[in-house]
């Protein structure tokens, strides 16, 4: 409290009681003692009074001591378990919870990590991805705030995901890892990487490239063959030693047959090995008699058109040119969809042909579209010419009903730049995307389809798009979602087929270690979506005969099942509805592949340089009562007190209202009773 306010508490008590005594003792005829009690309560009444317009505040400080806290995140992924390190990493994680000095220095946290972190429940070695460096980097964003070492109980095995000895550029704590594993050197062959593309041509020879290496002091022989079934189709002998390595295997292999076509690649095994698993692979193409060609037509320079081109060929079945409308003009029967980017006046000719010969369409509209020549040229949708752009945000509409959209929500994308005014639609349309102003829905279409006798179109209006696919990137470290997306709407436009009620959507094969999800949308009658619905999956192994029956679930606007962990082989399945005769069929392979079998020992060098570059320190796991000890002494984890002030506006003290009002009561009563009113 401030002398200012000290100096106006006073002032109010002076002229509380002043004005008390006028009222009470100056001319007064009453009696001393009843002029003393009204006195005191008059002025106990001012001051009160006086006090609350004054609200002086006081402070109270809490003082209590925070502990630091210790993380503690276990490896739950198979590779632990093929290493034989399971029970050796459950006496290490025991060992680090139970310790009392620990307790008594730290607040403990356990996590497990495999695929996802998540808190430590049990531990079972079942799961077949290991991604360490993001386990690191949530915890990291968790602790950010706080003095959190983390001990990460690990073989240092990673499947997927960023280097992790260089992730304390975001992780600002010191990591200890606990080294499941020696450091033993095994001869031992592997197949390091195989490079092949997902899609390849019929009567086209495809690219296949293989690393192969080697670990061992001595000078071997090997032989490296790729099996198409029980035949041999390409074979090479392969030697290493000391210096040598590694090879890299390129060769190429033809496509006689449309469908999936899988593959197995061996490195003849030496007598010496440890482990042999690594030593195949598997891997399959799925060959196509045909590639959409697509036509991006635009008489400007913008970013929106790299975007579209990288998002729309990243799926090889397709392929993008950038055209002038001129040149669109000459090849103009090369391609099974056009998108016009921006029409402007020298798109007269091509709205003209794309109206003329009924052909699909993607149109994009931004600050450079003529739309007085949209609206001329065709006749699906007026947009209100204002000459004036505005920012819109996209807002999901999680009904639309025409393909599946999963895994983007468009929360907190960036604007796209369109022309301010209403887009009237003379045809049917389905919304994707609406426009919206500072979190208001305008209800006016940003992203539509509709379809005009058998043609499909579909109309963005905005320019911008290549921010979304950034965005997409920095909120899952990847492109695919986004590209998924472009590359579904594609997909339906450059289609021929009829709208379904029931819509499946799933891959031609998977590899071991992908999570073999399948996804579904059902709509009623009237091509509404039907979230209430029941839906089952009966997938039988082609081979073995095996049936298993598993329900759908609603999630995200989407029917999914997730069928990983099911054993390699072919897949026949069909999806249909419990009390109505609709169903929809497929199939797929799953390529036997388990990563988290490729490995012999810790990777040591990697633990050792998170450890260093986090300041942290790296141990094997019959080292843990030397971890334990670093830990109690080192002096960045000690406890610290600290401090909470709290401030108390008088105002809120409800005992001053009380006196107030009971001072007034009492001054009241006692000159009623005194016949003084």
């Not at 001869?187 to 390849?200: A, E, F, G, M, P």
């Not at 007598?271 to 060609?293: A, L, P, R």
Request: charged share 20%; hydrophobic share 40%; net charge negative.
């Amino acid at each position: 409290m401030n002398t200012e306010i000290i100096l106006y508490i006073i002032f109010a008590l002076i002229t509380a009681l002043l004005l008390a005594l006028f009222q009470y003792v100056f001319k007064s005829k009453l009696s001393t003692t009843l002029k003393t009690t009204l006195t005191v309560l008059r002025a106990v009444s001012i001051f009160g009074i006086l006090l609350l317009l004054i609200n002086p505040k006081f402070e109270t400080n809490t003082y209590y001591d925070q502990k630091p806290t210790l993380v503690i995140a276990a490896d739950n992924s198979e590779s632990i378990a093929y290493l034989e390190q399971d029970k050796k990493l459950q006496e290490v994680l025991t060992k680090l919870q139970t310790n009392p000095e620990i307790q008594k220095r730290f607040n403990v946290e356990s996590y497990s990590f495999s695929k996802a972190l998540q808190p430590l429940d049990s531990l079972q070695f079942i799961n077949q991805k290991s991604n360490i460096s993001k386990a690191l980097k949530q915890i990291g964003e968790v602790y950010a705030k706080q003095t959190a070492p983390i001990i990460v109980i690990t073989d240092g095995n990673q499947t997927y995901g960023a280097d992790y000895s260089f992730i304390s550029n975001s992780v600002k704590q010191p990591v200890y890892p606990v080294i499941m594993g020696d450091s033993t050197i095994y001869t031992d062959l592997s197949i390091k990487q195989l490079n092949v593309n997902r899609y390849v041509f019929l009567k086209n020879k495809f690219p296949v490239e293989i690393i192969a290496n080697y670990n061992g002091l001595e000078s071997v022989n090997t032989e490296l063959k790729i099996w198409s079934g029980n035949t041999v189709i390409f074979r090479k002998p392969i030697q290493f030693d000391a210096e040598k390595t590694s090879e890299i295997i390129s060769t190429t292999l033809p496509a006689n047959s449309v469908g999936v076509k899988t593959y197995s690649v061996e490195l003849t095994p030496l007598n010496e090995e440890k482990n042999i698993v690594n030593n195949s692979k598997n891997f399959g193409v799925e060959v196509i008699d045909q590639k959409t060609n697509i036509a991006l037509v635009s008489d400007i320079l913008h970013p929106d058109l790299g975007a579209l081109k990288k998002s729309i060929e990243s799926n090889e079945q397709r392929s993008v040119s950038i055209l002038k409308p001129s040149e669109y003009l000459n090849k103009i029967n090369d391609f099974q969809l056009v998108i016009l980017y921006q029409p402007n006046n020298n798109f007269n000719e091509v709205l003209s042909k794309v109206s003329d010969e009924n052909l699909n369409s993607f149109i994009i509209t931004g600050n450079t579209t003529s739309f007085s020549l949209l609206n001329n040229l065709q006749t699906a949708f007026k947009q209100t010419i204002t000459n004036q752009s505005e920012d819109f945000q996209p807002e999901l509409n999680r009904n639309y009903n025409t393909f599946i959209i999963d895994n983007l929500s468009f929360e907190g994308y960036p604007p796209l730049q369109s022309e301010f005014g209403t887009i009237a639609f003379s045809v049917p349309n389905d919304v994707i995307l609406s426009k919206s102003v500072n979190g208001i829905n305008t209800n006016q279409p940003m992203l539509s389809t509709f379809e005009i006798g058998n043609t499909k179109h579909a109309l963005l209006s905005g320019e911008g798009i290549w921010r979304w696919r950034a965005q997409s990137f920095l909120e899952s470290e990847s492109f695919n979602d986004f590209d998924n997306f472009i590359g579904k709407l594609v997909q339906y436009l450059s289609s021929s087929k009829k709208r379904s009620r029931l819509n499946i959507d799933y891959n031609s094969f998977y590899n071991g270690n992908d999570d073999v999800v399948i996804s579904a949308q059902y709509f009623n009658k009237n091509y509404e979506f039907d979230n209430s619905a029941a839906l089952t999956i009966t997938l039988k192994n082609k081979d073995k005969g095996n049936i298993r029956e598993v329900p759908l679930l609603l999630n995200n606007g989407n029917y999914s099942v997730d069928l990983r962990g099911i054993e390699a082989g072919i897949y026949n399945f069909t999806i249909k509805h419990n009390t109505e005769s609709i169903a929809a069929s497929g199939n797929f392979e799953v390529l036997e592949y388990n990563v988290e079998q490729q490995f012999l020992n810790a990777d040591v060098p990697k633990l050792n340089a998170l450890a260093k570059n986090s300041e942290g320190k790296a141990i094997f796991y019959n080292e843990t009562d030397k971890l334990i000890s670093e830990l109690l002494s080192d002096n960045r984890y000690a406890t610290i007190q600290k401090s909470t002030k709290n401030v108390v506006p008088l105002i809120d003290w409800k005992y001053l209202l009380v006196l107030i009002a009971l001072s007034l009561f009492s001054e009241w009563f006692i000159r009623k009773y005194n016949g003084l009113i």
